[in-house]
């Protein structure tokens, strides 16, 4: 269901014709940049935390994870993801499909990783656990409605 609030969504921003569905799972970066047919890197993972009565979710590369030292530096506290069973009422999605998009906006901010920069286009999921919407940083700053782009996250230490 969250898939067509996705779409319905990014209508507004010309990108819902973008968005792919896929037969099989796109959960984890691994199986979407299958599923996709691009690196893992391209995957921009959507990341959801915890910060008072709301959430943050920073959209990262597929390669990288959250420094605590610069998410602290950055928002003033340390990083605490949300509880599995706190993903949906904060974010609108479930796991595997959270995504910057048709989110509540009284209950998150959004950040996008510098990370993703080096790419023309990334993939963040689309709402479900079988789908994604390639996107330039341009639409995806825009149709996340983000705060700012934001310097927190580390490449993987199997990444040079």
């Known amino acids: 269901m969250s898939v ?9 921003y010309g990108l819902d014709n973008k968005v792919r569905e896929f037969k099989e ?4 970066v ?18 959801s935390f915890k910060v008072g009565d709301h959430a943050i979710l920073v959209v990262t590369a597929g390669d990288t994870k959250v420094d605590n030292k610069k ?28 995504c910057p998009f048709a989110t509540p906006d009284a209950n998150v901010e959004t950040y996008l990783d510098e990370s993703m920069k080096r790419f023309e286009t990334v993939y963040p999921a689309a ?26 996250c580390k490449f993987l230490d199997s990444v040079v």
């Open 4 to 12: 067509e609030m996705v779409k319905k969504y990014l209508k507004n």
């Open 25 to 28: 799972s796109s959960a984890t």
């Open 30 to 47: 691994e199986l979407a940049a299958k599923a996709a047919g691009v690196i893992p890197a391209r995957i921009a993972k959507t990341l």
């Open 71 to 98: 998410y602290k530096e950055k928002f003033g506290l340390k990083a605490k993801m949300l509880q599995p069973e706190e993903v949906m009422e904060y974010t609108g999605h479930a796991i595997g499909g959270v």
């Open 127 to 152: 709402g479900s656990s079988n789908s994604c919407v390639e996107v330039t940083m341009e639409e995806l700053y825009k149709a996340s409605k983000a705060k700012e782009w934001v310097d927190v």
